[in-house]
Antibody, heavy 122, light 104 residues
Framework: QLQLQESGPGLVKPSETLSLTCAVR??????????WVWVRQSPGKGLEWIGS???????YYHPSFMSRVALSVDTSKNQFSLKVDSLTAADTAVYHC??????????????WGQGTLVTVSS | EIVLTQSPGTLSLSPGERATLSCRAS???????LAWYQQKPGQAPRLLIY???SRATGIPDRFSDSGSGTDFTLTISRLEPEDFAVYYC?????FGQGTKLEIK
């Protein structure tokens, strides 16, 4: 059974950079049928897709995050990562990593990590 | 960007009753491109239905979806105690704001 586990700091200062990693266990990150994504969840904005990456490094970003977000993948470690620059309090949220299945008819998130709470505060 | 609007915000029902949750898209979308998720407190969202009525692994058949164009519905035929949670619809990179299903 696929498991995804987020790791990273729980507290980050405003204007700093957030770095999170998602370890993929029980399956290979190197699959043509999937993208690996970050989704955040905050009380004010609900679920927000941040960006997606496949094992080859092809990325897609939500326009709202494009200027300050970067995703990367490390197939040798079976993990992928998120960096978010210029943090503000509005970036306080639970950050989930997930697997995105892409099909001809659409896509859907079929496996999720538990999520990690990131608080932006001085 | 397509916006998904879910209603009602909160639905209060009793176990054994039928639940009908709505998801309205701001533009016409394909029914097969819509997915539904369940989320319980402190847990990650869980995929329920995708690709026009395909249930994810382990999802009981009391969960079903329907709809076309801009109006879509998730139906839970007979509520079990474990069904009380928040439900989200999703189309590509967009999620609805959720419907909270609570015990009456």
């Amino acid at each position: 059974q696929l498991q995804l586990q987020e790791s990273g700091p729980g507290l980050v200062k405003p204007s700093e950079t957030l770095s999170l990693t998602c370890a993929v266990r029980g399956g290979s990150i190197s699959s043509n049928s999937y993208y690996w994504v970050w989704v955040r969840q905050s009380p004010g904005k609900g679920l927000e897709w941040i960006g997606s990456i496949n094992y080859g490094g092809t990325t897609y970003y939500h326009p709202s995050f494009m200027s300050r977000v970067a995703l990367s993948v490390d197939t040798s470690k079976n993990q992928f990562s998120l960096k978010v620059d210029s943090l503000t309090a509005a970036d306080t949220a639970v950050y989930h990593c997930a697997r995105l299945r892409t099909e001809s008819f659409g896509n859907y998130f079929d496996s999720w990590g538990q999520g990690t709470l990131v608080t932006v505060s001085s | 960007e397509i916006v998904l609007t879910q209603s009602p915000g909160t639905l209060s029902l009793s176990p054994g009753e039928r639940a009908t949750l709505s998801c309205r898209a701001s533009q016409t979308i394909s029914a097969s491109s819509l997915a539904w998720y369940q989320q319980k407190p402190g847990q990650a969202p869980r995929l329920l239905i995708y690709g026009a009525s395909s249930r994810a692994t382990g999802i009981p058949d009391r969960f079903s979806d329907s709809g076309s164009g801009t109006d879509f519905t998730l139906t839970i035929s007979r509520l079990e105690p474990e069904d009380f949670a928040v439900y989200y619809c999703q189309h590509y990179g967009t999620f609805g704001q959720g419907t909270k299903l609570e015990i009456k």
